[in-house]
């Protein structure tokens, strides 16, 4: 079983910046790859970015060059550096573990980008 409690979303203004984490507990798998989708109302669930255990990263097209993962392996930790946040960036955030033969979910988290 993997744990994921996630934190750091919040209301920010257009152009603002968010920064989000996860955090993993249970029984981690070093190889693992950690990522961020996100769910706006009425849509499905997306990819924002993900990132490998030996730092390789993707991301969707619509927040490249906006957003920024990172992990620390040490502290099982994900991040989501989020700048130049637009409306349409309005949505749960979700943390995902995949483990190969696990995969796991986070609770999510609302990021609001409104004036």
């Known amino acids: 079983q993997v744990q994921l409690v996630e934190s750091g979303g919040g209301l920010v203004q257009p152009g603002g910046s968010l920064r989000l984490s996860c955090a993993a507990s249970?029984?981690?798998?070093?190889?693992?790859?950690m990522g961020w989708y996100r769910q706006a109302p009425g849509k499905q669930r997306q990819l924002v970015a993900r990132?490998?255990?030996?730092?390789?990263?993707n991301y969707a097209d619509s927040v490249k060059g906006r957003f920024t993962i990172s992990r620390d392996n040490a502290k099982n930790t994900v991040y989501l550096q989020m700048n130049s946040l637009k409306p349409e960036d309005t949505a749960v955030y979700y943390c995902?573990?995949?483990?190969?033969?696990?995969?796991?979910w986070g609770q999510g988290t609302q990021v609001t980008v409104s004036s």
């Open positions: 990132i490998t255990s030996s730092g390789s990263t």
């Open positions: 249970g029984s981690i798998y070093r190889g693992s790859t």
């Open positions: 995902h573990y995949d483990g190969i033969l696990q995969n796991y």
